[in-house]
Each structure stands twice: as structure tokens, then as C-alpha cells.
């Protein structure tokens, strides 16, 4: 099974930016596509943006359309978030997923990294 290890999450204001940035190891041949989703409290999980791990795919949730850059690094099997504009509602944490080609599911997961927006 593909593991992921997230990392850049924190505290930042309203109007500040932040990234993340997601590290693949294992079976990473076997990736379809990769996924940041995210929980805040009280509310369920939502996959905030998504990449195709060999193609151009690329897809947002429309509240943060125009503010989240997702990108990845096949070199370095690894995904990025970048957030900008980010708003007290982008708090939550955050998850990297990897959607396998023999589940075509988001079946493998990270430990999550908390991102916190004061206003």
C-alpha cells in the first residue's frame, strides 16, 4: 500500500498563505490520482482539490476555487497544496489521499496535518 506523509500545516491569519506538501512512498506506480481532503469540526470529509498522477486532470471544490494551487512532482512522488487568501472556514485538517489504480478508490491516507485560519 502506498504511504503519505504530509507536512506544512499551521497557524496563519486571514489573508495569509500556507502549503502543503505530501510525500509518496511504496507501490507509487500504482497511483491514479492524488487528493487533499480536508475535516473541520462538526462536519464531514471534502476533497478540496485533486490531481491525476499522469495527466493534466485537476479539480476544486468551488470554495476554493481561484485561492488553492494544487501540483505535484512525479520526480519526487510528491503533491503540494499551495493556499492563498485563506479565510477562517479553510480551518480543518487536512488529508493526502492516493486513489489506486487496482481500487480506483482513495484507499490509502495520511495522518493529516491541522491548518488553522485566524481572523
Known amino acids: 500500500q502506498v504511504q503519505l506523509v504530509e507536512s506544512g500545516g499551521g497557524l496563519v491569519q486571514a489573508g495569509g498563505s500556507l502549503r502543503l506538501s505530501c510525500a509518496a512512498s511504496g507501490p507509487t506506480f500504482d497511483i491514479a490520482a492524488m487528493g487533499w481532503f480536508r475535516q473541520a469540526p462538526g462536519k464531514e470529509r471534502e476533497l478540496a482539490a485533486s490531481i491525476g498522477w499522469r495527466g493534466s486532470t485537476i479539480d476544486y471544490v468551488d470554495s476554493v476555487k481561484g485561492r488553492f494551487t494544487i501540483s505535484r512532482d512525479n520526480a519526487k512522488n510528491a503533491v503540494y497544496l499551495q493556499m492563498n487568501s485563506l479565510k477562517p472556514e479553510d480551518t480543518a485538517v487536512y488529508y493526502c489521499?492516493?486513489?489506486?489504480?487496482?481500487?480506483?478508490?482513495?484507499?490509502?491516507w495520511g495522518q493529516g496535518t491541522q491548518v488553522t485560519v485566524s481572523s
Open positions: 489521499a492516493a486513489k489506486t489504480l487496482a481500487t480506483m478508490v482513495y484507499d490509502s
